[in-house]
């Protein structure tokens, strides 16, 4: 390759300046005639295509910074988001504290207005059963009363032979025998 390049130098030399053909340097109207086209084509670049790829490049480039600037509003917005949330979340963690609370309240007064209901309808049940208890011991002791009492005239009929008619006379020995069985009746439990 070298031998080429020593082989053109040499016939370069050996060529006339003025008129005669270079390899190096083209002619003149070569050039002029490459050089219009070339011109033409950089102006057309230059005045078209140029431009549209500055504006391609630009809105591009706005593309990406729109996107950038959408994405930090996004993540902004969604780190505002998470916070409003955070805050919402405590906020009814703290309601549902307070409802637990208010509910303990609640039932510890409703369970307190139930106890004093229930020992409420407790006195008056026991209150209800004494005064049952109390009318049926009256009752009894009325009946046992009427039966000793006939039972007392009985034999005390029996005893004395004769029939005790009169009502007033019945109903006198009927109260002081029942007298007498209240006399003995106190004098044993005390004695006890």
Sequence with gaps: ?????????????QLPLEGGNSILLPKTYDIVWSLIPFLVILFVFWKFILPRFQEVLTEREDRIKGGIQRAEAAQAEAKAALEKYNAQLAEARTEAAEIREQAREKGKQIEAEHRLAGEAEQKRIIESGERQLSASRDRVVGELRSELG???????????????????????????FLSELDKVDSVAPAGK
């Design 150 to 176: 006939q039972n007392s005239i009985n034999i005390a009929e029996k005893l004395l032979g004769a029939e005790l008619s009169d009502s007033t006379r019945r109903s006198g020995t009927i109260d002081n």
């Design 1 to 13: 390759m070298t031998n080429v390049i020593h082989l053109l130098a040499a016939e370069a030399e």
